[in-house]
């Protein structure tokens, strides 16, 4: 499913410890490292299949999680034509992303990458918000930093305070940071955009696009 300028509608997710690290899982059979996210299909709301996604690649259900925020608008990143299957040259550009922050209420010990028969990753491990952007395929390095830049307004206060305080200084309110554009949501929202459906074509995939 794409739109009509070529990009497939898909959600990112970016899932906090109790500690603000986030996931961070390692593709599997690469030496790449992302963020858990996927299309979402005809019918679906971006929420629904966040919730899906988290599942079949992390192997975790609505229960284990809260929603904190996601992004307002779509985020896009184009793909190198070397990384599309040639039949979908010159019709597809790349993808159009939601993405949402999660706060594990569950365990550690409630992740499983092996929920369904195609895992995605084959390590993961939890580490600092602000992630190495040098280990993640480069074309999408723009966009992680656009969704980790506004949704870091929505982690807890007590991080951001400490992560001045250590380095020997008190912060002032203008310093804390930014605010973005990013929405807070509860759990009871549906999540739904408008332009999900968004155009015509099926999903193009390739071994980054999942």
Request: glycine share 8%.
């Amino acid at each position: 499913m794409l739109d009509r300028d070529g990009f497939r509608p898909n959600v990112g997710i970016i899932l906090l410890n109790h500690k603000n690290q986030v996931f961070w899982g390692k593709r599997i059979r690469t030496h790449s490292w992302q963020f858990p996210q996927g299309g979402i299909d005809r019918g679906e709301t971006p929420e629904q299949a966040m919730f899906r996604e988290l599942h079949e690649e992390v192997g975790l259900h609505p229960e284990h999680v809260a929603i904190v925020a996601r992004t307002r608008d779509w985020l896009r990143y184009e793909v190198p034509d070397r990384y599309i299957r040639r039949d979908a040259r010159g019709h597809y550009k790349g993808q159009k992303q939601i993405w949402y922050l999660l706060q594990l209420t569950g365990h550690d010990w409630d992740l499983n990458l092996r929920a369904t028969d195609h895992p995605e990753f084959d390590a993961w491990r939890w580490n600092d918000y602000w992630v190495p952007l040098e280990a993640v395929v480069e074309f999408k390095r723009g966009v992680y930093e656009m969704a980790l830049t506004e949704l870091a307004r929505f982690l807890p206060r007590h991080d951001a305070r400490n992560r001045y305080l250590r380095h020997g200084h008190r912060p002032r309110e203008q310093e804390l940071p930014a605010q973005g554009n990013a929405l807070p949501i509860s759990n009871n929202s549906t999540g739904s955009m408008g332009d999900t459906q968004g155009g015509t074509g099926n999903p193009v995939s390739d071994s980054h696009e999942t």
